[in-house]
């Protein structure tokens, strides 16, 4: 049993998915997916190449119109709700905002991305007792995700990995209830790969994070629950060491990365 899976017992459901499907011009590329999305749990979607990972994210974030099934955030269901009007509700995907600026620094980064949940970029001035509650939340951020020796340092000349947990900064920004992260770990180094995973560990302490990740270590290590998909359907789920175990989800990975 991994470190994460121990803790018990199963919080609040906030996402959910019941029977989702997706058809392209006759082509199922999602069927009978049920999905459940605990509060202040880390689950992993996993699969071989076109499992279907990336619509389903599309399907929940509302990029795509669901063919078939239905989705609840928070009691609420969505199914038929616009990409903005669910990130509003705090269903936020990291790529939705994730677009740092590269000659800005990391506290100008997030005092943007902070001024979108509040509305203020619209304003033409600002109080100056609004803009330092911005710098107050920024520095807040900033501190909680480790990036204080970089507060001033342009995010063009940070680390691929520091850009990464700046973009992270910028998602929580707007405060989600649901963090939906498309292959965190892509193309990073070992350091990099760990301090990302204990960010997203961490950050998922008060809201549910869902990740797609091809990375099976960090999914081990920082996943509470794994769905394994394959041809669109969930193939098994469970805590990873059941799914690591299960032979279908053996054979489903023989010649990939498992
Ligand atoms: N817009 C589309 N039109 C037609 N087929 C699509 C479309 N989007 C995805 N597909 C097909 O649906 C299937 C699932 O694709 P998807 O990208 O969701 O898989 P994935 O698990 O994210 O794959 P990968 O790990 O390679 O990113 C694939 O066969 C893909 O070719």
Known sequence: MTRAAETAPEPQVVLSARGLGKDFSGFTAVNNVNLDIHHARIHALIGPNGAGKTTVFNLLTKFLPP???RITLLGTDI???????VARMGLVR????SAVFPHLTVLENLRVALQRPAGLATQFWRPLSSLRRLDGRADELIEGLGLTPWRDIRAADLSYGRKRVLEIATTLALDPKVLLLDEPMAGMGHEDVHTVAEIIRDVARDRAVLMVEHNLSVVADICHRVTVLQ???ILAEGDYATVAADPRVRTAYMGSEA
Do not use: C, H, L
């Open 231 to 233: 041809r669109g359907e």
């Open 94 to 97: 990291s790529f939705q905002i």
């Open 79 to 85: 199914t038929a709700m616009k990409p903005d009007a």
């Open 67 to 69: 063919t078939r099934g």
